[in-house]
Every structure is written in structure tokens, then in C-alpha cells.
């Protein structure tokens, strides 16, 4: 008899706090715009933070509330920023989608060591000690820690240990940017065909010792070729990609580290 009444004040528990959370639901319910919810309806589910927010939805959310622009998220691309424009009665500019590039290609061969490494396979954890295994301290550990950080499986290590980005597969979520300690992935436009492989910021001199393909800025590729693209600062030449390209193979013919490469 007892566990009968004890199962009968149960169930009328029960059914009194499932009534009581139904009527809370009911009343402290807010309903959504239309436009916010088509627009979270529509983004591509990556959550990878690209944008800069949490997530999807809370990149929609700043996009209808005017906080954020339509066209930050590269995995959705120019079709979902049209998209969103639509949606929000805006017109959205086209722009080019980025994509991920490690900004080195001394491996084992061409940059010397400075001792052998034994820890963590990880570029973080490598970096700690004396700045990594590498002579240069601002080149590639390949480690692999931004393999691990790709959501896509875009970046993988190849037959001579170079770690390389398949820019087909790449999202531009910038993940790997964020977990490389020395810097030297950064986002080019998908387009780009001719960019400078290296990271190292010391004279010339200095890169001789420690790496073979390294840019010693002897500004080769800015002075030498008419209307060039690249611009040597601080001793390290990088591609003005907002610039004509049309001399951008001359210039990496003329380079005599060979540190500027035509990607494939």
C-alpha cells in the first residue's frame, strides 16, 4: 500500500512540475525575427570561429543586430554573404576567399638544427625550449600542432616533412594561425600564386647560417623587376596581392634563395 502511494504522489509530482515547465515555456517564450532565423537557417554549421564570434548563430545574430558585416565567414563564402544580403535587403561586395599558408620552406635539409628535439610532439610545447630545435627561430617547427587545430584535415605533413595547406580544402576558419606559436601561417587570397616561403626577419647574413631558403631582403624582387609586387620590409619581402601580379614570376625567377615559390 505504501508504494502505491508513494507511486501515485510520484506521478502527481510529475505531472504537476511537466504542467508548471509547459506553462513557463509558454509564457517566458520569446519569438524570433523572421530575418534571424532565416539567417541562422543558412550559415554552413563550421562553428569555427573565423568570424570572430562563438559560432554560427552568434555571428547571425550580430549580422541582424547591425554589430557585424555580412562576409565574415569564409566557409559559407560569397554565396552566403549574398545570401544574408538578400535576406537583410542589403547589398553585399564580393570578396575573395582566403585561405591558409605556411609562410616557410626550410625543412631538415636546408635549415640547420640547433640540437635534437625529444619532447612533445607539439609546436608549443617545442617553442618553450630555447625558441625550438631550428636555427631559425621564426621558421616552421613542423610539429604538426596546426594539423591537429584543423577542423577539415586541410594541412598535412608531405614526403620531405614540409607542413602544407590544401587550399581546396581550407575553410579560412584561421585556426591554424591562432595555435602556430611563430607566426608563420597567414591567410593569402585563394588566387595567389607567387608568395614568399619565409617568415625570418634577421639580415641577411644571419639567414645565411641558419637556412638555406631563407629571404636575406637583398630587395632583388622589388628593385630589379618593373612594376613588381613585392616590398622588402624589415628585411623580409612579402606580396602585396592588391597590387598587378604580372611580374610576380619574374621576380621569383630573379630570387636567388629561391624563397619565393609559385604555389601549386
Known amino acids: 500500500m505504501n508504494i502505491l502511494f508513494a507511486f501515485i504522489v510520484l ?19 520569446v519569438e524570433k525575427d523572421e530575418k534571424l532565423v532565416a539567417l541562422e537557417g543558412i550559415m554552413p554549421g563550421a562553428n569555427c570561429g573565423g568570424c570572430g564570434y562563438a559560432g554560427c548563430s552568434a555571428y547571425a545574430e550580430a549580422v541582424f543586430n547591425g554589430e557585424a558585416a555580412p ?6 563564402g560569397n554565396e552566403l554573404s549574398k545570401k544574408m544580403g538578400e535576406i537583410l535587403g542589403v547589398e553585399v561586395e564580393e570578396s575573395e576567399r582566403m585561405v591558409a599558408f605556411v609562410h616557410c620552406s626550410g625543412n631538415a635539409e636546408s635549415t640547420k638544427q ?5 619532447g612533445i610532439q607539439d609546436c608549443n610545447a617545442a617553442v618553450l625550449l630555447h625558441g625550438g630545435p631550428n636555427g631559425c627561430k621564426e621558421g616552421c617547427l613542423h610539429l604538426g600542432s596546426c594539423i591537429a587545430a584543423c577542423p577539415v584535415g586541410a594541412i598535412s605533413k608531405n614526403e620531405k616533412g614540409d607542413i602544407v595547406v590544401d587550399k581546396e580544402a581550407c575553410i579560412g576558419c584561421k585556426a591554424c594561425t591562432k595555435v602556430c606559436p611563430n607566426g608563420v601561417i597567414k591567410m593569402v587570397p585563394y588566387s595567389a600564386e607567387y608568395i614568399v616561403a619565409c617568415n625570418n626577419h634577421l639580415p ?3 639567414v645565411k647560417k641558419v637556412c638555406q631558403v631563407g629571404c636575406i631582403g637583398c630587395k632583388i624582387c622589388q628593385v630589379k623587376v618593373e612594376g613588381s609586387c613585392f616590398k622588402v620590409e624589415n628585411f623580409l619581402s612579402s606580396n602585396d596581392f592588391s597590387l598587378d601580379q604580372s611580374a610576380a614570376e619574374k621576380a621569383a625567377e630573379l630570387c636567388p634563395q629561391k624563397c619565393i615559390i609559385k604555389r601549386g
Do not use: E, I, N, R
Open 71 to 76: 562576409g565574415l565567414c569564409s566557409p559559407g
Open 114 to 118: 640547433d640540437y635534437d628535439y625529444c
Open 204 to 206: 641577411g647574413g644571419k
Open 11 to 29: 506521478s502527481l509530482l510529475g505531472l504537476a512540475l511537466g504542467v508548471s515547465l509547459a506553462f513557463a515555456d509558454k509564457k517566458l517564450h
